[in-house]
């Protein structure tokens, strides 16, 4: 999806009011860590690439930068005044974001890459393809004594 038509539907997914909670550049910024291989399968920044942008994914990039901030400032969620209680439960940004990434095409390969792969099984590395992990190990290494 092209850039105009991406900020077109983000704006729509999230909805007027969040919308205006979004910094000038903070838009931007969301389209512009949402691009995705355009119909050629050509890569951002490859030669000919045609900017493509999952704006779902855009949507919750937005949210999550709204969440951030939110969750940093102090937020009055109750009240009691003459013997009146009033309690408001602030929105759930974090989840918004989470259900945006679902709808998202990007969101949707990730979970079924996730769902088929399950849990991938790795073994000791190989005596020649050993890597130490610290300075000590070299030396150990080196003469074949490092127990693994």
Known sequence: ????????????AIGPHVASLLASGDIARALDSSRTPDQQ???????????????????AEAVTTIAIRAAGDPQLTRITSEGASFERTPPDLFRMAALLRARSPLGQQLAQARSELGCIEIGPPERDRYIPRSHAEIGRWQDGLTNR
């Open 41 to 59: 399968g050509r890569t951002p920044g490859q030669s000919g690439y045609v900017e493509t942008i999952d704006p779902y994914w855009a949507a």
């Open 1 to 12: 999806m092209d850039r105009t038509t991406a900020e077109q539907v983000l704006t729509a």
